[in-house]
C-alpha cells in the first residue's frame, strides 16, 4: 500500500443531536470534483446557502462584466471555468464551515484509500465518540 494512495478524511461529530440521523460526516481533504462539475447545484445540495447566493453573484457578474467591458465568449468560458476551478479546490473547506456552523465539531483526522476504509479506521480508535 502506497501512501500516496491514502486520502484524508477530517470527521464531524455534531455533540448535541437528538438523532442518529446526520450526526457524523466525513469530509475528504482535496479537490471536489463534484463542486467544480455542479457548483450551484452542490452548494444547495450541502445546505450551503451563502455559497450559493455568491456563487448566482459571481456568476452574474461575470456575463454582465464581461459583456460590458467587451470580451467575447470565449473569455467568458476561462473565467467561469476558473471560478469553477476555485470553487473545486475550496469546496470542501466550505463544507468543512458549514457543518461548523451547524453546530458540528471536528472530531478526529483519519486516513483510508476510499472513505469505508477511513470510517473503519475511524470507528476501530474512536468508537468513544460515536454512540450508534
Not at 31 to 40: G, P, Q, S, Y
Not at 41 to 62: D, Q
Not at 82 to 93: S, T
Amino acid at each position: 500500500r502506497s501512501l500516496s494512495s491514502l486520502k484524508l478524511y477530517t470527521v464531524h461529530i455534531k455533540p448535541d443531536a437528538n438523532t442518529d440521523e446526520d450526526t457524523l460526516h466525513f469530509v475528504r481533504e482535496g479537490f471536489c470534483w463534484l463542486a467544480f462539475l455542479f457548483t450551484i447545484l452542490w452548494a444547495l445540495y450541502y445546505r450551503l446557502w451563502y455559497l450559493a447566493c455568491i456563487i448566482v453573484m459571481v456568476n452574474v457578474a461575470l456575463v454582465y462584466g464581461v459583456d460590458l467591458v467587451g470580451l467575447d465568449s470565449f473569455a467568458l468560458s476561462v473565467l467561469q471555468l476558473g471560478f469553477q476551478l476555485w470553487v473545486g479546490y475550496h469546496a470542501n473547506d466550505f463544507l468543512r464551515e458549514g457543518l461548523k456552523q451547524r453546530g458540528f465539531v471536528t472530531a478526529a483526522v483519519v486516513s483510508g484509500e476510499n472513505q469505508s476504509m477511513a470510517e473503519r479506521r475511524f470507528f476501530d480508535q474512536h468508537a468513544h465518540l460515536v454512540t450508534i
